[in-house]
Structure formats: structure tokens, C-alpha cells
């Protein structure tokens, strides 16, 4: 089959222990971008990296590119999914008062942590 | 192309028990999914008993007490969904039928197949055991809900509570086992010849099905997971006290509960479709526009599962959205029905025992489609949810999909099955005593819904506001009408042993069918095909001109 | 039916991609939506709940960083076992596959001693929102690599004889899958906390 060919032909190409190096830099950079403190390097290491490496993983390791078009597409829509989820839920759970009621531990428990933070 | 399976004739062990054909282990679902219904609707009898007739020892079950109550509804509703709808129709229709449809020999994993059986069993067998453990099986409704479900302090079956948590998981399992098998036979084993369009509606509609049902039923998992750690290990995945969230479990379990029903309703709609172009002599009207509508539902069903919450307290925002995707996702349904109808139109109609069945499904299944757009829409249904309101819309649309879309397929295959035809006179007295009283049953219960009868309620005499002694007729009709129901069941059951030996003889084709499972013996072989097709031609071309005879099979070279 | 013998039905391939590993790409569609699930309501709790701050500091961030190199590592092996068995060398690939697996149980190993700390230090499931969750993840997640090991072993035995090389690429891509759940579970419960 002209597929299995053609992806046979692509990991015959692909230099795995590069990308393997690329992928231990890049967590070297993630720890390193932690210890900074500074939240915006530290959500960009740690995120920003992890979204690279699992691109990295998938394209070379998957060979997801050189697959059918729609196992990509498949796997993207469980994804998007899961952020609708996400969008339909997190305004319930995220929050700890609203038009007609208060959780108060959940409050309580951000405040005497705030609290303990400032002592 | 001959089989590679030529092998010595097993024992009865292997054979029956230990099987790899996807024909054997479609009739383990489907025998153990009758089995379940009977249990289930042994469950119905039982609370309807109580409803009709407060407090009054019920035959069989004695006096119903509420904890008694509230265990019989949570396994009624949790064993018609998931121990009878999702194995016959998806199970025990897919295994027997995907094979023969698409032109192959079996599922393309056979052995992950008879896993996933043993599995169900198991789920079935860990349910079955929690009847017998201290304070019965789980009284928290097949919703679940924490605290209530966490707790057992609170819903006194702590035992079966986990128990119950452990046969779901257990079934979800099973069904994305079987389910990846299915849509990968599906996708990848068809004849040669058989293009996406020329697949029969109801592998498109089982495989479709499957896809929601595994997309939906990650976060339910992963929820459920929770909530076991919250039952067993002290944790407060739920609890507002404890860092959590009562409604997260909400939230995830719709997620899944909705596009759930889909997952039934999509199968019994492909029987349906299946029946109406067999006995109206007509291919199936707009069979691409049946499965784009099909795929829209299945992809709004994910975006509609709040409108389960509409009065729990979600963010009021959200109701408004949901309001409007779920009145949304009525159209595309509607659309299926309209082709259907028109299927019909201008058809040669024979009203076989199947098509009773099949036009019965249409009918009834509108009356529940039409009564959930009040339950939709979230201005109606502050006042309507959980009263007996909502209680007739989901029977009007369950019942549908898990009893007549059910019937349908069994009188329809039944000969290809298992070589004889039922009998068409107990068929039709069976189709009419099951429809008229399923209709007598749940009527007044729209009308006590409407008059404020709220659900789950063991004895309205205890609470005051809801004590009304007028209405109580109304409840009684109800549950006269299931006694008549479950009594013309036994008509079906008789019909279905008896003729397994004194049935007609069905040969290959009795129903003159053109789609691949009927051009072979009746019951077809290990290996199904004595030479395996090839397909020229859609699966429903019947009536065409210039030909002798009103169908032309799928696999007849031009 | 012998157990080797296949059904029709497992060698067509009206898509294109061979049953075993279009099956495979299944099942990591469904993991997509039991992980994703599980890793959502974690995330709208911990945003929701930023006291879980302090807890979430004590956990142990050299080990969860060794842990993402071991499956690295592993990762690695996977795909020149892949490499090995287009090539026709099964008894290369089931070596490889084997490392693969040894970079299961040393992931698997140092989750063992992170969390037998951990837990002596007072941290158990029940201890708070944040280790409920933290427990849950790494532990369903350490369930995924413990039984990715059992059926990679499997697949090496057979690989070892050269039978059934198709399977070599279908353990790799759920391995890798694996590897890219934990990819995401580094930063949220070890860095980004």
C-alpha cells in the first residue's frame, strides 16, 4: 500500500536520539524557567514547553502527520470536547459565591491561606 | 475467497460459553439483555405497585418501604439503560449484524469481542451482588448525585453504592471494548465495493453511536473514579466542606447522560430505518441526508447536557445557552423522522409484525420528542422538571428506543437469527397488548406531572403539599396499565421459545431484503460467507425497473 | 479457531491503515477523554482554589523531572523498536521494546519512593483537595504505564520470534501517548503549581 510506503520511507529519515535531545533540552528549560518564580516565565516554561514537546513527540515519534489526515482531526475533536467541557463547567465549580449563595468553607479557606501567606 | 477457518466442531463449553463468532456472542447480549429486562421491568411493577396502591403489601416483593422504594427506581433506571437498551441494541444487533452487513466473517478483533462480553458479565454478576449485601442495593438513583451517592451515612446502602459505581465502570469498559471493535470492522473489513454511501443506515448508526458514546464517557470515568475515592477513601472530591463540588459530578455525569441517549436512540433509529425500506418496498429517502442529520445529533449532543440541571443551581448564563442548543438539536431528529416519513410515502406498505413495530416506534417517539422541547426550554422547566411531566417525556422517548425499537429488530432478524419465522398472529396480539397500554401507562402521568406530581416520592401522604387524594385515580390507571403490559410480554416470550423448534422454516431471505446478511442460510455459518462478496450497489434498491423481481441484492453483479 | 489464525475481516484495510494500529489510534482517542476529563476538573479546582498553593509545593519536583526524562528516554526506545520492526529485525525491536519497559518500572520506582515520603510525611489521598487530586492523576496515570508495560512485554515475546512486528508500532503509540499524559502532568502538579 502506497501509505505504509510512504510512511516507511518518513522514519527511515527522522533522527530520533536528535529529537530525544530537543525533548530533554526543552525540560532543562521548563525546571530552569520554574525556579525563576516570576509567574509569567514559569506559566510559559512550564506550558509553552509541554505544548512543544507533545507536538514534538506526536509529529515524530506518532508519525501523526504522515497518518491518514483525519486520526489528527480525530484526536483534536476529543480535545476540543474536552474544553467544551471545560467551558460548561468551570463557571460552576470555579467559583465560590453567586446570585444567591456563598460556599463558606471554600471562602474561608482562601482567606485564612491568604492570611497565613501574609504573616 | 474461501475462509481460513476450517477447524473440528468444538464442544458444547466452547461453543456456547467460550466463543469467538460475533454471532455467538451477539446472542449472549441479547439473551442476557432479555434476561435484564425482565428484571428490570420486575422493578417497575414493584414501585408502580406502591404508587397505585399505597402501602399495600406488593405480590413479591412485600411491603415497600422507602428505602426499598428508592432502591427499586435506581435499578430500574439503571439496568433498562445500561443492562438492556445499550447491550441489545448495540451489542447484540451490532455483534450479530455488523459482520454479515459490511461482508466479512467477523469482527476484526474476535477475541477483544468475547472479552468485552465476560466483562459485561462480570459487570452484571458484581450488580447482581450487591441485592445481597447489607442495606440492599444502591438506593441513590441511577443519577447518583452527591452527597447523597458519596455518603453512606446518607443514602444507607453504602455497600451497594460502590458496588453499583464498580458494574457501571465495569460496563463502560466492556462497552468501549466492544464499541472500538465495532467502528474499526466497520471502517476497515467492508467488502470489496462497499463505498462509505452503499453502507446499510444501521452500521452507520451503531458505529456513530459507539463514536459518541466513547467520546462522552471519559469524564464520567474519570468522575466516577472520584466519586469511589469519595465513597471509600475519605476524599472530598464533592464536598463544598472539603474543597469540592456537589455539581462537578453533575456536570460530568451529563456530559455523558446526554449524548447517552443518543447512543441508544441512534441504533433503534437504524432498525427502524432497516424495517421501513424493507416493507414499504422503497429505498430510504435522502439516505445522505439521514446520516448528516444523524451526525449533526451526534455532534450537538454535546453541547445541550445542562439542560439535566436547569434548576440545580448552574450559572443562569448558562441556562440560556443550553436552553437554545438543546431546542437546536430537536430539528435534526425531527429531519430524521420527516425522511422516514417520506420513505413511506408512495411505498408498497406491508404491515408485518416488524413495520407495526417500526411505524409504532415513529409514532410514539414524536409524542416524546414534542414533549421535551417544554423540558428544553428553562422557563418551562423550573416548573416541570423532575415531576412525572418529565417521567412520561423520557418513557415516551426510552421506551421507544428500548422496547418497540427492540421488538422491531427481534421479529425482524429472528429468522435470520435462528432459521424459523415467528409467529405473525401472537406477533401482532403482542404489538397491540405492549402499545396501547404503554400508552395508558404514562398519559396520566404527563397529566399528574403537570399537576405538580413530583418523581422519586415513595408516598405523597406523608407530604402535605403533595398529598393529593384527587389524582390518585390517575396513579392507579398507571400502574392497571403496566400489570396489562407486563402481562402481554408473556405472549412474546412464548412466541420466541416456541418457535425456536416449531416455527416456519425462514430461509435465507423470508422478508425479501436487499442488504448482505440475507443472501446467506438462515442462521448463517462460521465464517458467514461461503465465498465472501462483492459489493456493486446501496443497500436499498428496491422497485427498480426493467427487473424481475422488486429488490436486487447488494452483492448481484450488474 | 487457532489462535493464530486471523479473520478476514482483521487484514482488509478499506481505510488504509492496518486494524491493529487503527484500533490503537482508538483507544487513544477514548484515553484523550478519561485523562482530559480527569485533568479539567483538576485544573477549574486548582484555579479555583489558589490556597491549594502551599500544598501543592510539597511535591517532590526533582523526582517528577527524572520521571519526565525515564519516559523520555523510554519514548525513545519505543520508536527505534518501531524502526527496528519495519525493518524486519524482531529480535532488535523486542530489545528495545524491553528497555522501553525497564524506563516503565524506573518511572514507576521513583513514584514509589516519591510517594512512600510524601505519605510519611503526612500527605495521604484524603489529606486535602489538592493530593486527592494529585494521587488520582499520577496513580491513574501510573496505571497506564504499569499495564503498557505487561502488553509490551507480551508484544516483545512475540516480536523476539519476528510474529505479529505490527503490534511493535501499536505499543509505541500508546507508550507515547502515555508519555505526552505525563508531559502535561509535570508542569501541572510539579511546577506550574
Known sequence: MTTEAQTHAHVDHTNYVKVWAILVALLVVSVAGSMTHIREVVLVAAFGVAVVKAYLVAKNFMHITVEKRWVPYLLVVCLLFI?????????????????????????????SAAGAKRE | MSTQTEHAEPGVLKKYLWS???????????????AMALLGGFFAYGFRMQLGFPDHSVPGLGLITPGKYNALVTMHGSIMIFWVAMPVLIAAFGNFLIPLMVGCDDMAFPRINRLSYQVFLLSILVLLA????KGGPFGGAWTAYPPLSASGAYNLTPIGATLWLVAVALEFVAFLMGGINFTVTAMNSRAPGMKMYDIPILVWMIILANVIFMASVGPLIAGAIMLLFDQTMATGFYDPTRGGDPLLWQHLFWFFGHPEVYVVLLPAMGIVAEIIAVFARKKIFGYKMVLYTAWAVGFLSFVVWAHHQFVAGIDPRMANIFSITTLLISIPIAEMVFLYIATLYGGSIHLDTPMLWALGFVVEFLIGGVTGIFLGSSGTDIYLHDTYFLIA??????????????FAGITFWYPKMFGRMLNETLGKIHFWGTIIPFNVIFIPLFITGIAGDQ?????????????????QHLRTVSTIALLFMLAFQLIFLFNFFWSFRRGKE???????SATLEW???????HGNFAEMPTVYRGPYEYGLPGHAEDFVPQNVPD | MSATAKPIANTRSGTGIPTARLITWWVIASEIVIFGGLLAAYVMHRIGHPEWADAASHTNTWAGAFNTFVLLTSSLCAVLAHKAADARDGPRAAKLLRLTSLGGLIFLCVKGYEWTTDIRDGFVLSSGGFWSFYYTLAGLHGLHVLAGMIIMLIVSADAAKNRELQRVECIGLYWHFVDIVWIFLFPLLYIAR
Open chain 2, 519 to 525: 443472501t446467506v442460510p438462515s442462521p448463517p455459518p
Open chain 2, 130 to 133: 450487591s441485592f445481597f449485601v
Open chain 2, 393 to 406: 417525556h423520557f418513557h415516551y422517548t426510552f421506551v421507544p428506543i428500548a422496547i418497540i425499537a427492540t
Open chain 2, 20 to 34: 469467538t463468532d460475533h454471532k455467538v456472542i451477539a446472542m449472549q447480549y441479547l439473551f442476557t439483555g432479555m
Open chain 2, 455 to 471: 418523581r422519586r416520592v415513595y408516598n405523597y401522604a406523608l407530604f402535605a403539599e403533595q398529598s393529593r387524594p384527587e389524582l
Open chain 1, 83 to 111: 474544553v467544551i467541557l471545560f467551558a460548561g463547567v468551570a463557571p460552576d465549580v470555579m467559583h465560590h459565591s453567586g446570585l444567591h449563595w456563598t460556599n463558606p468553607s471554600a471562602n474561608q479557606a482562601e482567606r
Open chain 2, 506 to 512: 425462514a430461509g435465507a431471505n423470508p422478508w425479501r
